[in-house]
T-cell receptor
Framework: LAKTTQPISMDSYEGQEVNITCSHN???????ITWYQQFPSQGPRFIIQ???TKVTNEVASLFIPADRKSSTLSLPRVSLSDTAVYYC??????????????FGAGTRLAVHP | GAVVSQHPSRVICKSGTSVKIECRSLDFQATTMFWYRQFPKQSLMLMATSNEGSKATYEQGVEKDKFLINHASLTLSTLTVTSAHPEDSSFYIC????????????FGEGSWLTVV
């Protein structure tokens, strides 16, 4: 299972773009990269998932370089409500190994007025 | 996205009693569900993997006789904390793999257990 490394915390201000980078140097060929957001006392919420290059949805973009050893979650124009913990996870959704979705420490993002 | 619902969201029980937490996938079938626990300001810790129609697979250090998991249907898994003690007080979260929706894993809202 690929281990991930993220910054422990980040600070930003309302309206700014926030980029959170995750390192996963030993990512396997079949692994996908998935990001979750968690607010206090709530379960993690799926944000975005990708395999390579760039993926964009209505809330975020995910940039994955060619070597796939890292990925960057981009949150455009954050607001106070984006203050949360963000987790990066890697795994193969189509194999039994994906069962072990192991969470790291995550990145605590604080958005200030 | 897919919806996973947990019930109850909060429960208080007396020490020595048992409490059951339900996890339901509302708009998809889930052959595999997962149970986590989370202490304040810490990350999620995987407790066990629940497979429909078979026994759960527990992570090392998790007592299977204390945390009973049943996955009797494709949309329901239950976690029963038996003979609960104050140290079992925690935030319990389930998740389910949405087969047919890219196998993405979606999480429930979580359940706070307080043992007094």
């Amino acid at each position: 299972l690929a281990k991930t490394t993220q910054p422990i915390s980040m600070d930003s201000y309302e309206g700014q773009e926030v980029n959170i980078t995750c390192s996963h140097n030993n990512i396997a060929t079949n692994d996908y990269i998935t990001w979750y957001q968690q607010f206090p006392s709530q379960g993690p919420r799926f944000i975005i998932q990708g395999y390579k290059t760039k993926v964009t949805n209505e809330v975020a973009s995910l940039f994955i370089p060619a070597d796939r050893k890292s990925s960057t979650l981009s949150l455009p124009r954050v607001s106070l409500s984006d203050t949360a913990v963000y987790y990066c996870l890697v795994g193969d959704p189509f194999s039994g190994g994906y069962n072990k979705l192991i969470f790291g420490a995550g990145t605590r993002l604080a958005v200030h007025p | 996205g897919a919806v996973v619902s947990q019930h109850p969201s909060r429960v208080i029980c007396k020490s020595g009693t048992s409490v059951k937490i339900e996890c339901r996938s509302l708009d998809f079938q889930a052959t595999t569900m997962f149970w986590y626990r989370q202490f304040p300001k810490q990350s999620l810790m995987l407790m066990a993997t629940s497979n429909e129609g078979s026994k759960a697979t527990y992570e090392q250090g998790v007592e299977k006789d204390k945390f009973l998991i049943n996955h009797a249907s494709l949309t329901l898994s239950t976690l029963t904390v038996t003979s609960a003690h104050p140290e079992d007080s925690s935030f319990y979260i389930c998740s389910a793999r949405a087969t047919g929706k890219g196998n993405t894993i979606y999480f429930g809202e979580g359940s706070w257990l307080t043992v007094v």
